[in-house]
């Protein structure tokens, strides 16, 4: 095929920043049209790109292949089955829908529609994720027991945006990376206990969560607040033979809210290295990995050509929301949810 036609659902951070920039730079892509109440907007970042004001007219553009969807998340069941119904392939930013039983219909509905259908799991191409999966596959930290991953901010008042009132709060939010990581380094848990809790005053939703993932000889904890000051730990990793223990996130993020091209020079170079501590060993400094969400789209470019597998399939992304709802019920009703 020629070049994938993109058609964009979205101007907001996820739009502007993690999905038009990365278009312009996968070969073999062009974004053709963006959903927007406003055009002004989208026309400074992206002079005489197409503006068109809702997704029924986006599916009647010409030339469109790819429809990502990066509306609000309550939107996005309604719109990735729209966009799969035309003939579609869809991207759905995560996460992937707000309900398990929504997520199950939009995969069934590519299934049987015959279209790439794919979650957007950018994180998995983290420096500091791609650093860590290598010493893991390693063997260097022997079998891992205790896994903490967290996403911590200092947000102390909650903006007035619709992402701040999000139905499931930060849980589904930054949730989705979190549990995406552990399922791919860790697989399928026995049962899962969550506490998702609103903790500033004021916040319209939940702003903290602390997960518990119950596997038979390893614990998996995630955990997520927008009261941490000190917010720089990101991974503690503790295993039979070592603990690796990182600070700081990955840069892609920042790049591309600043305005960089994916790609420059130094893109994904996270310069803030883990510390490995072997037993009996002085700890050393372990350099990341590269990280390169580019990555993700040159494997869906491939993909939508038949030249390679979905980098992120539906199922993986059903996976993810199995976990999240079963996290929103644990949280309810206060004990552990076992996964049948």
């Known amino acids: 095929m020629g070049e994938i036609g993109v058609g964009l659902i979205g101007y907001g951070l996820g739009g502007r920043a993690f999905h038009a920039p990365y278009v312009g730079v996968t070969l073999g892509m062009t974004l053709r049209a963006v959903v927007s109440r406003d055009p002004a907007k989208v026309h400074a970042d992206l002079p005489g790109t197409t503006v068109v004001p809702d997704v029924a007219a986006l599916l009647a553009e010409p030339d ?9 998340d309550a939107l996005h069941a309604e719109h990735a089955l729209a966009a799969i119904r035309a003939g579609k392939h869809v991207l759905i930013d995560k996460p992937f829908a707000t309900t398990f039983e929504d997520a199950r219909a939009v ?26 999966k ?3 596959e390693a063997g260097t930290l022997g079998e891992v027991v205790q ?49 998702i ?15 518990l993932l119950r596997y038979p000889k390893r614990r998996v904890l995630l955990h997520a607040s927008k009261l941490v000051a000190d917010h720089g730990l990101r991974f503690a990793v503790h295993g039979t033979q070592g603990s690796w223990i990182k600070h700081g996130i990955d840069p892609q993020e920042a790049a591309t809210v600043a305005g960089e091209v994916p790609g420059g020079e130094g893109w994904g170079h996270d310069a803030l290295p883990g510390v490995l501590t072997r037993a009996g060993e002085a700890p050393v400094a372990v350099p990341n990995a590269r990280g390169d969400y580019r990555r993700f789209w040159q494997a869906l470019a491939a993909a939508i050509r038949g030249e390679g597998p979905n980098p992120v399939p539906a199922s993986d992304a059903i996976a993810v ?11 309810e009703q206060r004990c552990e949810i076992e996964l049948d």
């Open 321 to 331: 929301m199995e976990l999240l709802d079963a996290g929103l019920r644990s949280a």
């Open 134 to 136: 290598g010493l893991i």
């Open 64 to 72: 469109i292949d790819l429809i990502v969807v990066s509306s609000p």
């Open 147 to 195: 896994f903490e991953s967290h996403f911590d901010r200092w947000r102390p008042v909650a903006a007035d945006v619709w992402k701040e009132a999000r139905p499931g709060g930060v849980w589904l939010d930054l949730g989705p990376h979190l549990v995406d990581q552990a399922l791919q380094l860790f697989g399928r848990p026995l049962a899962i206990t969550a506490d």
């Open 197 to 211: 809790a609103t903790l500033r005053q004021g916040a319209p939703a939940p702003d903290y969560f602390h997960a």
């Open 107 to 132: 995969a069934a509905e590519g299934e049987a529609r015959g279209v790439v259908v794919t979650a957007f799991q950018n994180r998995r191409w983290d420096a500091d994720f791609l650093t860590l």
